[in-house]
């Protein structure tokens, strides 16, 4: 990786114009040095190794955040996959529902099953229906939706059959591993 490419806040300077201002290359003005650095540099150093990260919105190159996803994972409880919950790589969107799945993702990517860090999934579900979310717009002042005959009645039908339904799935806190390359 050629460094020399990078700007990083040790190459950057800025100039004390008072006591309380610090003025970049950008000709702005800053309150705190450090925050002028900042603005001004492009890239930063990893947090772990000290490589430039080259984003400054990322503090790990992408090899120590790659270890430090690893240790998260490790960390996580390891259950017992029963072969019908969906599972999903952790930290990513990628989604199996089946084994076989598993095995063809992992042909066509050239890895091993035990490299792709699986957690199981639970069902998404969204947040109780409330009728007055809906129509308060529309309701005269200081009126509420249980004003209204069948209201309740409403979002009791809604929210038994949102309860009943599988919209999503989303990553738990639970690894999986799979036994068999």
Same mark, same amino acid.
């Given at each position: 990786?050629?460094?020399?490419?990078?700007?990083?806040?040790?190459?950057?300077?800025?100039?004390?114009?008072?006591?309380?201002?610090?003025?970049?290359?950008?000709?702005?003005?800053?309150?705190?040095?450090?925050?002028?650095?900042?603005?001004?540099?492009?890239?930063?150093?990893?947090?772990?190794?000290?490589?430039?990260?080259?984003?400054?919105?990322?503090?790990?190159?992408?090899?120590?955040?790659?270890?430090?996803?690893?240790?998260?994972?490790?960390?996580?409880?390891?259950?017992?996959? *029963?072969?019908?919950?969906? !599972? /999903?790589?952790?930290?990513?969107?990628?989604? =199996?529902?089946?084994? $076989?799945? %598993?095995? +063809?993702?992992?042909?066509?990517?050239?890895?091993?099953?035990? *490299?792709?860090?699986?957690? !199981? /999934?639970?069902?998404?579900?969204?947040?109780? =229906?409330?009728?007055? $979310?809906? %129509?308060? +717009?529309?309701?005269?002042?200081?009126?509420?939706?249980?004003?209204?005959?069948?209201?309740?009645?409403?979002?009791?039908?809604?929210?038994?059959?949102?309860?009943?339904?599988?919209?999503?799935?989303?990553?738990?806190?639970?690894?999986?591993?799979?036994?068999?390359?």
């Amino acid at each position: 990786m050629d460094e020399s490419k990078y700007i990083l806040p040790e190459g950057i300077e800025v100039k004390k114009v008072s006591r309380e201002l610090w003025i970049g290359k950008d000709n702005r003005g800053y309150s705190e040095k450090s925050t002028a650095v900042y603005s001004l540099a492009i890239d930063k150093k990893c947090d772990i190794c000290g490589k430039p990260v080259g984003n400054t919105c990322y503090t790990l190159c992408p090899a120590c955040s790659a270890i430090k996803d690893s240790e998260r994972y490790y960390e996580l409880e390891e259950v017992e996959w *029963d072969g019908e919950t969906i !599972l /999903c790589i952790y930290g990513d969107d990628t989604y =199996f529902s089946y084994e $076989d799945e %598993i095995y +063809d993702y992992c042909n066509d990517n050239e890895i091993k099953v035990s *490299d792709l860090h699986l957690v !199981l /999934c639970e069902k998404n579900k969204p947040r109780p =229906f409330n009728l007055y $979310d809906v %129509i308060d +717009d529309v309701l005269p002042e200081d009126a509420e939706s249980s004003d209204y005959a069948g209201a309740q009645e409403v979002e009791d039908v809604v929210n038994d059959w949102l309860g009943k339904q599988t919209f999503s799935w989303i990553g738990s806190n639970k690894r999986v591993n799979i036994k068999g390359e």
